[in-house]
């Protein structure tokens, strides 16, 4: 199973971007499809989950300037995020969590089961 995020780049304040995560997984339109962030010198956290048939739930830190969304026809996950400051600015991560463990935890990095390699977000001010 491979999970390839792209999209990240250099971005001003204010602006926005698209991430995306293509995951090589058999069903996946019943996998927990989360992105977490690991800022330089912090821990990575949590910044959003999709489940199946298109709910998410943010963490607070993005709620209300992100969107996360799924085509499964893909095998694709997306975080779009706008109004970005420098405290975005992290590596990002998706991640795809085995619908067979249920779907709680889902801010917990340990629900999950696989890891894309990341993509850099640097925002500019």
């Known amino acids: 199973v491979q999970l390839q995020a792209s999209g990240g780049g250099l971005v001003q304040a204010g602006g926005s971007l698209r991430l995306s995560c293509v995951a090589s997984?058999?069903?996946?339109?019943?996998?927990?499809m989360g992105w977490f962030r690991q800022a330089p010198g912090k821990e990575r956290e949590f910044v959003g989950v999709?489940?199946?048939?298109?709910?998410?739930y943010y963490a607070e830190s993005v709620k209300g300037r992100s969107t996360i969304s799924r085509d499964d026809a893909k095998n694709t996950v997306y975080l779009h995020m706008s109004s970005l400051n420098p405290d975005d600015t992290a590596v990002y991560y998706c991640?795809?969590?085995?619908?067979?463990?249920?779907?709680?935890?889902?801010?917990?990095?340990?629900?999950?089961?696989?890891w894309g390699q990341g993509t850099q977000v640097t925002v500019s001010s």
């Open positions: 991640a795809a969590g085995h619908p067979s463990r249920g779907y709680s935890d889902y801010d917990d990095q340990g629900r999950y089961d696989y």
């Open positions: 997984v058999r069903a996946f339109s019943g996998y927990l």
């Open positions: 999709i489940f199946r048939g298109g709910s998410t």
